[in-house]
């Protein structure tokens, strides 16, 4: 009707039973009950629990079930989603989320905080709770600390007494080589001669040079040199320049030109195992 009152029937205008309300007779208007959806001219309300849609696209059938909706008094549809912080278990049930549980939109059962978080009463989300994040950290440090704090300080230990046993032989060839050989550089002797690996080796070694003759082209560098330096032994090699010392220290630890023609054996022995090896031999042909 208009402002005069007078109903109008017309086909651009009809007396309908508003939305949200049901009206089972002309003269009768009722609220739309919860759990129920009343479109306009609705002579009865519908129930918006187990609402199912079939449909087919491209020759394949699906059906969707809509789940998580609540349809409070006066629905006109039921569209209308479970509210976060509540669950609803059917479209005409609604409970405010309990503690220790978390109630995101459309949720139909409340879901359980997740460790280490925090879920008050009317949660929608699980919130990160530090007193339990705290608590975790302490637990870790206590079951694991001890053992970490072992392990640092046998690492730290381990590297004082390498830096120690390092610092030792670095001390020994700067002062062997300011006296034998002044014209190298410590660092560089310490290189080729790895002190560390023969000083504190778990099996001592015996180095035996037996009758050898190192020559290049005509020239003869080292002739029938027998030598043996016993294990756990400091020895030093003396001599002018060019008498042969450098190739000597070489042939001990085999890096010796492969130009260079060898005759002779140079070999170590480990005293614990008493296992011998070959170096350079002249039965062997070959380097070892």
Known sequence: NDNT??????????????EGFFCPDPATV????????????????????GLSFNASRKGADFTAILDG?????????????????YFCPNASTIYECPT?????????????CPMLSACPK??????????????????LVAVYGPSCYALWSHK???????????????????????????EYKPARIYETLKLETLVFAADPIQLDISQLTIS??????????????PPWSLNAIFGPSGAG????????????????KIRGEVSYTKCKTNKKVVIYSTRLQSRV
């Not at 949660?123 to 709770?129: I, L, M, R």
């Not at 730290?156 to 670095?170: H, I, M, P, T, W």
């Open 100 to 112: 220790g549980f978390y109630c995101p939109v459309m949720t139909t059962e409340p879901m359980p």
């Open 122 to 139: 009317g949660s929608a989300s699980p919130q990160v709770s530090w007193m339990a994040l705290i608590g975790f950290i302490l637990i």
């Open 216 to 229: 290049h082209r005509k020239r003869v560098i080292l002739s029938g040199v027998d030598m043996s330096f």
């Open 30 to 49: 009722k609220n739309c009950p919860v759990g129920l959806f009343c479109p306009a001219g609705s002579v009865k309300p519908l129930d918006c629990n």
């Open 245 to 260: 010392k450098t190739t000597l220290i070489k042939s001990a630890l085999g890096k010796l030109a492969y130009n260079l």
């Open 69 to 85: 909706n609540y349809c409070p008094i006066n629905s006109m549809e039921p569209w209308s989603l479970c509210p976060a912080k």
């Open 5 to 18: 009152g007078i109903l109008l029937f017309s086909s651009a205008a009809t007396n309908l039973c508003p």
């Open 156 to 182: 730290r230990a381990s590297e004082k007494v390498d830096s120690n046993k390092l610092s030792f032989n670095q001390t020994l060839v700067s002062v062997i080589c300011r006296i034998v050989l002044p």
